[in-house]
Structures are given as C-alpha cells and as structure tokens.
Nanobody, 121 residues
Framework: QLQLVESGGGVVQPGGSQRLSCTAS????????IGWFRQAPGKGREWISC????????TYADSVKGRFTISRDNAKNTVYLQMNSVKSEDIGLYYC??????????????WGQGTQVTVSS
C-alpha cells in the first residue's frame, strides 16, 4: 500500500510562515508528480499546487500564488510546501497526493492523512 505522510502543520500567526513536508512510506516519490490540496472547515477539498517529478514544473492556485512555494528534494524523497504571508483563509487540513501532474483531485491515486494548519494570532 502506497502511503504518503504529511507533517509540519500547526498554529501560525497571520503573516507568518510554515513549511509542510510530504514523504512516502515504502516507495519512492521521485517518479510521481505531487499535488498539495487543502480542505477548510465545512468546505470541499481544493487543489493549491503541484510539481512534476523532476521539480522543474510547478503550478499554483491563484489563492496562493506569490505566497506559497512547492519544491522537492528527490534525494530525501520529500516534497515541501513553503507557506509565507499566511492568511486566515489558509486554515485547513493540508494533504499531499501523488500520481500524474494535474490540478484535478481525481488525477491523484495516492493520498496522505493530512496535516492541520491553523491560523491564529
């Protein structure tokens, strides 16, 4: 069973920064594109960013463009989401997912359990 594990969530102040990590248990992420998604309370899961397998191609949702940066270190089998200038609307459960490069949820077959990000002063 391919399992992704997110970490790095927590409480962050408005305007602050947080870095999320996504790694894999039992398999290599290097051949997969990785997407980050989030689900705010009472809302559906939304795509926010993705990165291709080499790390050379990235895409961002308008809501996070210029504030969040997705990157990967294939030597460490880890994908990161650097969150800067965090806003209250960034609150939610953040998931990483693996498969092909896409903004669509159903393009991703492998998901983690999520890491919670809370924005509070």
């Amino acid at each position: 069973q391919l399992q992704l594990v997110e970490s790095g969530g927590g409480v962050v102040q408005p305007g602050g920064s947080q870095r999320l990590s996504c790694t894999a248990s039992g398999f290599t992420l290097t051949i997969y594109a990785i997407g980050w998604f989030r689900q705010a309370p009472g809302k559906g899961r939304e795509w926010i960013s993705c990165i291709n397998s080499s790390g050379k191609i990235t895409t961002y949702a308008d809501s996070v463009k210029g504030r969040f940066t997705i990157s990967r270190d294939n030597a460490k089998n880890t994908v990161y989401l650097q969150m800067n200038s965090v806003k209250s609307e960034d609150i939610g459960l953040y998931y990483c997912a693996a498969n092909r490069y896409s903004t669509a949820l159903d393009a991703y077959d492998y998901w983690g359990q999520g890491t919670q990000v809370t924005v509070s002063s």
